[in-house]
């Protein structure tokens, strides 16, 4: 079966350019999720997702940030304009949550992750 | 504020030893606990969950929570070179909608 699929694995960009970060959940699951990881900070939610609608966005660092879910097999994760402060690890996931009483059996399956580079 | 707060380590182990890893959490209405597994440049992935006090068994993994010290751990029996890498601890609040509070992991380091 496939796991969350996520591109590009790798980017490298100058300050000021947009950034695009592409997520694929895996078929069924209901919930999406973006993270950031930095060695300084962890791992950070970013915002997530459920049922193809924003939850929760509060993560999300400042309006440079934007992200959609078009459709439950595709999200997107933009930053415009990206500063070298974005430099980081991107990490989408996703899972099933069956209404309220399954919500706290959240196993979250994680994509490989975008390395981010902004110079 | 929801925190989750893990020893960052390195924990080092003999191959063949028990390795112990512990995690505290703040919020007493959490339900849900979890391990992940990251090895260096690479995703984490789900190898424990348990959601109800004692422990939970599979293969040479055990998870232990104690919901009334907010405390859980993963024991590592018969610790491999393999299993090195760093242990996020992940907590899940009960709650319409749900999300995961992550420690900061603890990095394991097994000698052969």
């Known amino acids: 079966d496939a796991g969350v699929i996520q591109s590009p694995r790798h980017e490298v960009t100058e300050m000021g350019q947009e950034v695009t970060l592409r997520c694929k959940p895996i078929?069924?699951?209901?919930?999406l999720f973006w993270y950031r990881q930095t060695m300084m900070r962890g791992l950070e939610l970013l915002i997530y997702?459920?049922?193809?609608?924003?939850?929760?966005d509060s993560g999300m660092p400042e309006d440079r940030f934007s992200a959609k879910m078009p459709n439950a097999s595709f999200s997107t994760l933009k930053i415009q304009p990206s500063e070298p402060r974005d430099s980081a690890v991107y990490f989408c996931a996703s899972s099933l949550v069956r209404g309220l009483a399954g919500a706290r059996h959240n196993e979250q399956f994680f994509g490989p992750g975008t390395r981010l580079t902004v110079l | 504020q929801k925190e989750v707060e893990q020893n960052s380590g390195p924990l080092s182990v003999p191959e063949g030893a028990i390795a112990s890893l512990n995690c505290t959490y703040s919020?007493?209405?959490?339900?849900?606990f979890f391990w992940y597994r990251q090895y260096s440049g690479k995703s984490p992935e789900l190898i424990m969950s348990i959601y109800s006090n004692g422990d939970k068994e599979d293969g040479r993994f055990t998870a232990q929570l104690n919901k009334a010290s907010q405390y859980v751990s993963l024991l590592i029996r018969d610790s491999q070179p393999s299993d090195s890498a760093t242990y996020l601890c992940a907590v899940n609040t009960e709650g319409g909608y749900s999300t995961l509070t992550f420690g900061k992991g603890t990095m394991l380091l097994v000698s052969p």
């Open positions: 997702f459920n049922n193809n609608v924003p939850i929760d």
């Open positions: 078929s069924g699951h209901n919930s």
């Open positions: 919020d007493r209405v959490s339900q849900s």
